[in-house]
Nanobody, 124 residues
Framework: QVQLVESGGGSVQAGGSLRLSCIVS???????VGWARQAPGKTRAGVAA????????NYADSTKGRFTISHDNTKKILFLTIEDLRPDDSAIYYC??????????????????WGQGTQVTVSS
């Protein structure tokens, strides 16, 4: 069982930056964690993934360059840093963990556990 608790969302102006945090507790078989977001009226979409054991990352094309996924392995905290925020980055951001064994750790992976989400609102 894995528990995920996000924090760090808020309201920011375009051009600013945010760092979202996610406390990961419980045992992860595959060590794959990630972030996804859901904008109003849209389906949830993955943005980035990280293999905690190998410290390798994977990003959706739409987030490369402005989004950085990282982790503090000692404290088991996952981060998502977003720079140069745009109004269309406004969404609920979810932390995710655990993919089926044998699946690649990718931004579009089929994660099995999700946090409750944290709202990010970007104003122009």
């Amino acid at each position: 069982q894995v528990q995920l608790v996000e924090s760090g969302g808020g309201s920011v102006q375009a051009g600013g930056s945010l760092r979202l945090s996610c406390i990961v507790s419980g045992y992860t078989n595959t060590g794959c964690v990630g972030w996804a977001r859901q904008a109003p009226g849209k389906t949830r979409a993955g943005v980035a993934a990280l293999n905690m054991a190998a410290s390798t990352t994977n990003y959706a094309d739409s987030t490369k360059g402005r989004f950085t996924i990282s982790h503090d392995n000692t404290k088991k905290i996952l981060f998502l840093t977003i720079e140069d925020l745009r109004p269309d980055d406004s969404a609920i951001y979810y932390c995710a963990a655990e993919v089926p064994r044998g699946d690649a750790c990718r931004w579009d992976a089929n994660f099995g556990y999700w946090g409750q989400g944290t709202q990010v609102t970007v104003s122009s």
